[in-house]
């Protein structure tokens, strides 16, 4: 078994009908699969997502993000009030 190869087949692809009068001619059509390999996948392009996929790739994991939605479409974007969030980085508050 050769690992670092990436693995490459076709799937095809089938339309199904749900519509009677939403008829596509298309048929079945065939692409190329790539199989690749990640140390970690993370679900979720949101902030949330976004943030754990950078730690991840801060400390060297080969990381693979997916979602559902576009990036900007995510709830973070559309958060009209903005994101709040408590910082433990951040220096020693002096009030004088």
């Given at each position: 078994?050769?690992w670092?190869r990436?693995?490459?087949?076709?799937r095809?692809?089938?339309?199904t009908q749900y519509y009677?009068?939403k008829?596509?001619?298309?048929?079945t059509?065939?692409y190329?699969?790539?199989?690749?390999?990640y140390?970690a996948?993370?679900?979720?392009?949101?902030?949330?997502?976004?943030?754990?996929?950078?730690g991840?790739?801060q400390?060297?994991f080969k990381?693979?993000?997916?979602?559902?939605?576009?990036?900007?479409?995510s709830?973070?974007?559309?958060a009209?009030?903005?994101?709040?969030?408590?910082?433990?980085?951040?220096?020693?508050d002096?009030?004088?």
């Amino acid at each position: 078994n050769n690992w670092s190869r990436p693995l490459i087949g076709t799937r095809n692809l089938h339309q199904t009908q749900y519509y009677s009068s939403k008829q596509s001619t298309a048929g079945t059509n065939a692409y190329s699969v790539i199989d690749h390999e990640y140390d970690a996948v993370v679900v979720g392009a949101g902030g949330a997502g976004l943030r754990a996929a950078f730690g991840l790739v801060q400390e060297g994991f080969k990381t693979a993000v997916i979602t559902k939605l576009f990036p900007t479409r995510s709830h973070t974007v559309a958060a009209q009030g903005g994101i709040n969030a408590a910082l433990g980085n951040m220096e020693d508050d002096d009030w004088r």
